[in-house]
């Protein structure tokens, strides 16, 4: 037996992509696998021992049927345009339908230079790699939609970065790994049959939905934008929801699928504040926690002007068409948040709930952890206090700004009176995680896994960050934000 792989990319886009093998790990070890999404993919994953997982997933051996390129894109970089990108030191192995019938992308990073790899030595580091499952895994216990780790392997050699770090293997899975810049990437050539190609490859894998379709009156490429639109409205709408902030949003680092993908300098936002940035090459906030719906509509700008010349009628009219499109971004983002936010209140869904209520009562919440510099995920959190008659533990948080708390909560809960409603506890708890990957236990962990070969406090943390909305005496420890002196200091690096 083996893996059923169907490369319907390398097969319809081969301009798209380059044959390229993965340099085989010198001593592969694993690290991390992932048994639950292996058995969502396949059967055959249980017929796998380590040593045949390590051989795959170190890069020493092609399995049968897979059929690996590095994918060519584009992209804006902190808003300067790059036309080559591509995969530096990823391959896409292949894809794979799962036991739901979805097909999904197998991919691995840090697999070696490909022809796209520029000055780079293809190569990843433990510490990052390990990153991607905790934060992956993170958003994906939350319900929010992520690419994930199958399985990461030490390759048993060293990466030069700012010191010599132990390299690893990442294997990912995705939806797909189109992204903003692939379509970049042919408009930039002018190379219009490319892209219509690409078009259609993209609408086959992610189809737009059918009101979508009728809204666009049969212009494929408008379809997509405006579900690309709504796909990436939802997503960045959750990340705000439980103070998530990418780090990278690149237009390369932009899934049209609406899955979250790339994790480099990414991390959970502790005390509240929407200038938070922690990306250390991030020097002007572009991609702060409250600059992310600006631009994500910046990216899906990018994306208008790479399909306009595939849109439908003369140029007055695309260009009005794709403008309506990417405006229309800021109405379905509210609407999105709107849905956030009535559930982080506890709301439950009725149709004589303003959703404009929902978002004004939760932005005055989050004025008040802002002020109060109130850790953004316990804030939250605390609305359980509330009800489950605690409040004090709540309160205790804001310090001098007590009052102005619980004058909050007064109106919180005057509102729901007032619409003949109970908030919801049970859904209370499940909008409002404890257990988030905190970056001082994200750092510690990935640090005596990467220096000390100790994967322990990694594995703990993994186990954590899996429930996040439990409060269990064992994961009492996760929900602790950072001591505020390791709090201010906390950068991520992109020497990923
Ligand atoms: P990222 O910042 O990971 O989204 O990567 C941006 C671009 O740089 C992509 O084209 C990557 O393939 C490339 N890249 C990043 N790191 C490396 C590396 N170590 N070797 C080769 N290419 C890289
Ligand atoms: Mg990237």
Redo the contacts with the bound molecule.
């Keep these: 037996m083996s893996l059923h792989f169907d490369n319907s990319y390398a097969r319809q886009l081969p301009h798209a992509c380059v044959s390229w093998p993965p340099s085989p790990s010198p001593r592969p070890r694993e690290l991390f696998w992932n048994p639950w999404l292996a058995d969502s993919l396949s059967a055959e994953f249980q017929q796998w021992d380590q040593a045949r997982r390590e051989a795959v997933f170190g890069g020493v051996e092609v399995p049968e049927g897979a059929q690996p390129v ?1 994918q060519a ?1 584009a ?1 804006h ?1 902190f808003g300067g345009f ?1 036309a080559q ?6 391959l896409l192995l292949g894809e794979l339908i799962d036991r739901l019938g979805q097909r999904v992308d197998i991919a691995l ?2 697999s070696g ?2 022809p ?9 580091a433990v510490g990052p790699m390990l990153r991607e499952v905790l934060i992956s895994e993170s958003l994906h216990a939350m319900g929010i939609p992520s690419t994930r780790a199958l399985a990461v392997v030490a390759s048993g050699e060293w ?1 030069s970065r700012e010191r010599a770090l132990p390299g690893a293997i990442l294997t990912r899975v995705a939806h797909s790994h189109l992204r903003v810049g692939t379509f970049e990437y042919f408009a930039a050539r002018e190379d219009l049959q490319g892209l219509q190609r690409l078009l259609d490859y993209t609408v086959q894998r992610h189809p737009p939905d059918a009101a979508l379709q009728d809204r666009a009156q049969g212009d494929t490429a408008l379809a997509l934008l405006m579900s690309v639109v709504q796909r990436q409205a939802q997503l960045v709408a959750q990340w705000m929801g439980v103070g998530f902030i990418h780090g ?1 949003m ?1 237009t ?2 932009m899934s049209l699928s609406g899955q979250s993908i ?1 994790f ?1 300098p990414c991390a959970f936002m502790e005390a509240h504040d929407p200038a938070t940035v922690y990306s250390s090459i991030d020097h002007h906030g572009r991609y702060a926690y409250g600059r992310q719906p600006a631009m994500a509509q910046w990216n899906l700008a990018r994306l208008a002007e790479a399909l306009l010349p595939l849109m439908v009628g003369d140029e007055a009219h695309r260009l009005d068409a794709a403008r309506a499109a990417v405006q229309a971004f800021s109405t379905v983002f509210e609407e999105a948040m709107a849905q956030v936010w009535r559930c982080k209140l506890g709301w439950p869904a009725a149709d004589r709930l303003e959703p404009a209520a929902a978002s004004e009562l939760a932005k005055a919440w989050q004025a008040l952890l802002q002020a109060h510099r109130v850790d953004h995920t316990l804030g939250w959190r605390g609305l359980l206090d509330v009800v489950q008659a605690r409040p004090q533990r709540l309160f205790d948080r804001f310090g001098a700004g007590a009052r102005a708390a619980s004058e909050w909560v007064d109106r919180w809960q005057a509102q729901a009176r007032s619409s003949g409603f109970v908030i919801d506890a049970e859904l209370l708890e499940r909008s409002n995680p404890f257990v988030i990957a905190r970056n001082h236990q994200v750092e510690a962990a990935l640090a005596s896994a990467s220096d000390e070969g100790d994967l322990r406090a990694f594995r703990d943390l993994l186990d954590a960050v899996r429930r996040p909305w439990s409060e269990d005496e064992a994961l009492q420890p996760y929900g602790e934000p950072a001591p505020p002196d390791v709090a201010a200091s906390h950068r991520t690096f ?1 020497g ?1």
Excluded: E, H, I, P
């Design positions: 590095a894109y992209g970089q790059s990108l591509g995969d530096g030191r990823a990073k840090g230079r490909t796209f790899a520029r000055g780079g030595d293809g190569k990843a990466v990278v690149n390369d680092n790339d480099g992109c990923t």
